[in-house]
């Protein structure tokens, strides 16, 4: 038996690789699947399943595309409804691959099919389950994305009670443990930074399986749930309805565009900029909105853009723009209408106008803070565990549709914790004809720090 955990930090995502003799299941594929079939071949294996642990929220699966390219049935728990042929098990259903066994156990409560797999050995004994989102390292999924007129977060929630302590809990303590997710994924909300684990570690450890009752469970995992980006239920009906071949999608993305034909199709799309923050600073497209490869890109990307379907033209630094594009799909961002051929270095050459980010230094910071108007950008939660005295608090995801509360006269430096968050912010108020802006650099840990190791610029907006 071979397992390996296939993890994209972008996404905080881990897919899982199982094969035995020569058979093998790829769990909770992400859309990119060629990473699965390659692995598949090198070891001269054959995939007969796509298990899925439930509809996933933020990210589109790779299910149909590995059963279009493999043949390989797709298996999902009791009560998934999709519009494609696959097979719903049944609770405790069994699959043959190779020597071994694969066991659904059905475990609703992050949604309604959310299930579990348990690998049985040939000898019998149960050597590893994979968990998706229902149990999480340190953590438990989030019951409140599968809400609907008939079914609260709290019946929910109950669910997932009995899921866990009357069903994975069950199981040997030597049992490994395969979450679905790690740290920085919002399908939890205190999830550890370890990736694997095992039943016995988690029930010394993990808060949420330390309750006596449901009721104190409900009310512990129900606190403090930040709000879900809005393309989750967004990519969870792609997942049910299907989607276009992601090569297809590649296909169509990956078109370099002129000087000319860029500037066209600017008129009625969106410039995404990908390059890093501080490179970004430098100079950039008027207009451009930086959300950078060197982070959290596909996140923010489906935090910020509210409509799947909106067009998109890309600024990348040569050779990333394939893998802009695949971040991209991966959160149902399917509409690239090609990329500025030569990046940002050809659009300055031609001489065309600019605009430039000012930044500050947190030694610079601290000689004029009184005189500054700042704006928070940062989640509630990190704002409530320290603050700057006066600032503005508007968090990122809730900028733009509450814009018109800022005033485009006044002076604002933007903080988030280190930097990546506060470069978009500004780029999205600079859209919007915000012109005195500036990016305090390292963020509310360079500030609280008195960090002095970085440049300071003092320039405006300039074109």
């Keep these: 038996m071979f ?30 699947v ?14 007969k399943y796509v ?50 066994n694969i066991k659904l156990v059905h475990t609703p409560g992050h949604t309604l099919e959310s299930s579990c797999f348990v690998v049985i050995t040939e000898e019998g004994d149960k050597h590893a389950v994979f968990t998706g989102d229902t149990l999480l ?14 079914c609260t977060k709290e019946d929910l929630a109950g669910m997932l009670y009995n899921s866990l302590y009357n069903k994975l809990l069950l199981l040997p303590e030597e049992v490994m443990v395969y ?13 550890g930074p370890e990736r694997v684990s095992t039943i016995g570690e988690q029930k010394r450890k993990n808060y949420a399986l330390q309750f006596d009752n449901p009721k104190d469970f409900i009310q512990s995992v129900l606190e403090g749930i930040a709000i879900p980006p809005q393309y ?15 090569d297809v999608i590649i296909s169509k993305a990956m078109c370099p565009l002129n000087l000319e034909a860029f500037i066209q199709k600017s008129q009625q799309a969106l410039i995404l900029d990908t390059r890093a923050p501080e490179i970004f600073m430098e100079g950039n497209i008027p207009g451009a909105i930086n959300v950078s490869l060197k982070g959290s890109f596909a996140v923010w ?69 009184a005189a500054l108007q700042v704006l928070d950008i940062r989640s509630l939660s990190e704002y409530e565990q320290g603050s700057l005295e006066g600032a503005i608090h508007l968090p990122l995801p809730q900028l733009e549709s509450n814009i018109t ?54 320039n405006a907006t300039s074109t």
């Design 3 to 32: 397992i390996k955990q296939l993890y994209t930090n972008c996404l905080a995502e881990a897919a899982y690789y199982i094969e035995s003799d020569g058979e093998c299941a790829i769990i909770d594929p992400l859309r990119d």
């Design 34 to 47: 060629d990473q699965y079939i390659q692995l598949a071949e090198s070891r001269n294996a054959k995939i």
């Design 51 to 100: 298990f899925e642990t439930h509809f996933h929220a933020d990210f589109v699966s790779g299910h149909l595309d590995l059963k279009h390219k493999t043949g390989a049935n797709i298996v999902y728990g009791p009560s998934a409804e999709a519009v494609f042929d696959f097979i719903k098990a049944v609770d405790n259903q069994c699959f043959k691959l190779g020597h071994i």
């Design 137 to 150: 390292i340190g953590d438990v999924g989030r019951p409140d994305l599968a809400v609907s007129s008939d």
């Design 179 to 191: 979450p679905g997710h790690g740290a920085g994924s919002q399908c939890g909300k205190n999830m």
């Design 232 to 246: 989750f239920p967004k990519n969870a009906m792609i997942n049910k309805r299907g989607y276009k071949e992601f």
């Design 301 to 369: 990307v489906g935090t910020l853009i509210q409509e799947l379907n909106t067009p998109i033209l890309l600024v990348s630094e040569k050779g990333t723009e394939k893998e802009a594009v695949t971040r991209l799909a991966r959160v149902g961002y399917e509409n690239v209408l090609g990329y500025l051929e030569g990046g940002f270095d050809y659009w300055l050459q031609s001489g065309k106008p600019i605009e430039i980010t000012a930044g500050m230094c947190p030694g610079k910071f601290k000689i004029h803070s």
């Design 405 to 458: 509360k800022l005033n485009p006269e006044k002076p604002y430096h933007i903080l988030c914790k280190t930097g990546y968050r506060a470069v978009i912010a500004a780029s999205i108020l600079k859209k919007h004809g915000f012109e005195h802006i500036a990016v305090l650099k390292k963020g509310y840990e360079g500030i609280k720090n008195k960090s002095k190791n970085c440049a300071c610029t003092t």
